[in-house]
Antibody
């Protein structure tokens, strides 16, 4: 069965960096785009970034563009999110999610349980 | 970025009620819309994709409709396990965006 397991979260000071990872299993990782979505405490879902199946194409939310980098290691079935220049507004649970290409568009059919990132001095 | 506005933000309903949640896009998105259910402390769960297609394993009491800018999620007969927050999400163009959520509570 599909499993997505995030790791790397924790408490970090403002201005510092953190790297999240997502270990994928149960599907052919190299065939699917992957995404990160975050949720601040008590708030709604916010789309963060996407990477194509081969890693060649990435898009970012304006709120993280220039600070976050999404990447993947297809040899290790791992998705990464490098987060730099963190601020309190980045405090959230970060979910990785698997894309599914459906008839009209693309959707997110499997999600990890999330990794909490807290930015605080 | 395309904005999605859900209404209502919250609602109270009883078991067995018919519940309707709407999602309006700031510009046309064809049928590139999904609905997710999220329970506290859990990851979102895909319910509907392509505006009206039911994800495998999701009960048939859930249905979606609409295209262009106006979309609806309907729960035909609310069950105890359906009390949760529901989000719409557009996949027409990046950046993808989510609605602000609709919390369905027990009356």
């Amino acid at each position: 069965q599909v499993q997505l397991v995030e790791s790397g979260g924790g408490v970090v000071q403002p201005g510092r960096s953190l790297r999240l990872s997502c270990a994928a299993s149960g599907f052919t990782f190299t065939s699917y785009g992957m995404q990160w979505v975050r949720q601040a405490p008590g708030k709604g879902l916010e789309w963060v970034a996407v990477i194509s199946h081969d890693g060649r194409v990435q898009y970012y939310a304006d709120s993280v563009k220039g600070r976050f980098t999404i990447s993947r290691d297809n040899s290790k079935n791992t998705l990464n999110l490098q987060m730099n220049s963190l601020s309190a507004e980045d405090t959230a649970v970060y979910f990785c999610a698997k894309e599914a290409v459906v008839r009209v568009s693309t959707t997110l059919d499997y999600w990890g349980r999330g990794s909490l990132v807290t930015v605080s001095s | 970025a395309i904005q999605l506005t859900q209404s209502p933000s919250s609602l109270s309903a009883s078991e067995g009620d018919r519940v309707t949640i709407t999602c309006r896009a700031s510009q046309g998105i064809s049928s590139a819309l999904a609905w997710y259910q999220q329970k506290p402390g859990k990851a979102p769960k895909l319910l509907i994709f392509d505006a009206s297609s039911l994800q495998s394993g999701v009960p048939s009491r859930f249905s979606g409709s609409g295209s262009g800018t106006d979309f609806t999620l309907t729960i035909s007969s609310l069950q105890p396990e359906d009390f949760a927050t529901y989000y719409c999400q557009q996949a027409k163009t990046f950046p993808w965006t989510f609605g602000q959520g609709t919390k369905v509570e027990i009356k």
